[in-house]
């Protein structure tokens, strides 16, 4: 299992724990806490995208560098 496989369900734990806050400050008329929730949001999906995004690109072997004679 790849550290994104592990992080995606967490993600989408937060943001379902973010949804219901923010339905509660919306019930409760609290928009000071529904402008913060709405931005959290916002970084949270940006970074599930951003995720998946880097999972879907081929790591790139670099190589092992070569040792450099002794005095250089």
């Known amino acids: 299992m790849s550290a994104l496989d592990e992080m995606l369900p967490r993600l989408d734990e937060i943001e379902t724990d973010l949804l219901d806050r ?3 400050a919306e019930q409760e008329g609290w928009l000071g806490e529904i402008e913060g929730l ?3 949001l ?3 999906r940006q970074k ?3 995720s998946q995004r880097l999972a879907r690109i ?3 072997n ?3 560098p070569g040792l450099r004679p002794a005095g250089s």
């Open 22 to 24: 923010r339905a509660r």
């Open 38 to 40: 709405d931005l959290t």
């Open 42 to 44: 916002t970084f949270l």
């Open 48 to 50: 599930r995208e951003e």
């Open 58 to 60: 081929a790591p790139i």
């Open 62 to 64: 670099l190589g092992m």
